[in-house]
């Protein structure tokens, strides 16, 4: 009995079928439609009845490579990859949802996932209630009878709290909800949800599975039945990756366990001098004894992330001042790239929510969040220190 391969290896070996080349690497498919033998093969292939690719808006050989790479990484039946991570929440919500049904989300949630929920699906008489991620004991009720979905974040964006995970499986389960849970932060390399009773795992594949900034895309892989919906929405739709991106992205996973140990010893080094920096009112880092989920933490995650959240002291223009005076780290709204990116979420990626959401989900003018990066960890603690003291 051959002994299940180990994710460094999986990520590296999951490939499709060599050509009749015999190539070493997958090959890019840039094509938009495929051929068949005969008529009968063709309308086989149109009816379902084998898995012949039939158009590159359905399925395309790059991007079933990198499904079935996520699929074995998060433990998943199955999978659907999309053009960029916003349209993998669109769509698995759009593909299982219809008018009347309710959402149970938590608070802390990416800015455009937001709109979506408060601006986009009212419009389908789709409601959404928030939960406190920090008091699960509340969620119950939020619980309607048309409640359909419970979506979580964890870690959060940008503020880097957590739920526990199983606890959170037992409780979708026990309301019979579907668990949709964006894993983006913590990367299957980290943390496999659907051990937990997840039954869908959303990633934004731009952010550490890309890990250069180079590439757009976003991946949900889990339950077959539920998939199969989310594929037959985004058939009609057309929001699927194009064969260039999920080449990239495939393979960029190849070195995703390398690069995310990387990150999270950085990570963890940074998190650990900002807490004794003193222009620093607070930090919050998954893996420092001080989160108040740590031990949730140790007992779900690998490691603690590449997110780094903290508080400047004397707020807004202290954090202005510090962001200006940034040297070698990026100002820019993406992150999981190889560079660290420093960005003030309450003036950029959460600006649409109110001034009142924002405090709701601890997003406060000072906040300053951290995308730590693979360069040299005394020069990312370097360029972060001298930001700050020259902020006062």
Known sequence: MSQ???????????????TSAQEHATPLYLTSSFLYQDAEEMRAAFAGENDKNIYSRFTNPNYQELVDKVCLMEGAEAGYAFATGMSAIFSTFAALLSAGDHVVSCRSIFGSTHTVFQKIFPKWQIETTYVDIKTPASWQEAIQPNTKVLYVETPTNPGVDLVDLAWLGKFAKQNELILIVDNCFATPYL???????????IHSATKFMDGQGRVMGGVTVGRQDLIDEVYAFSRSAGPAISPFN??????????????????????????QFLEGHERVA???????????????AKKQMKAGGGMVSFGIKGGAENGKQFLNNIAMCSLTANLGDSRTIVTHPWSTT?????????????????????????????????????ALNKAF
């Not at 943390?191 to 795992?201: E, F, M, N, R, T």
């Not at 930090?283 to 420092?288: D, E, I, W």
Request: charged share 30%; hydrophobic share 40%.
């Open 246 to 271: 999920a080449w990239v992205i495939s393979k960029s996973l190849e070195t995703l366990g390398l690069r995310m140990d990387r990150h999270c010893d950085n990570a963890l080094k940074l998190a």
């Open 350 to 386: 959460h600006a649409k929510l109110s001034e009142e959401e924002r405090q709701k989900v601890d997003i406060t003018p000072e906040l300053i969040r951290v995308s730590t990066g693979l360069e040299h960890v005394d020069d990312i603690i370097a360029d972060i220190d001298q």
């Open 191 to 201: 943390q496999q949800p659907i051990k937990y009773g997840a039954d869908l795992v």
């Open 4 to 18: 299940e391969k180990k994710f460094e290896t999986q990520a590296i070996r999951t490939q499709i079928a060599t």
């Open 282 to 296: 607070w930090v919050k880092y998954p893996f420092l004894p001080s989160h108040p989920m740590h031990e949730v």
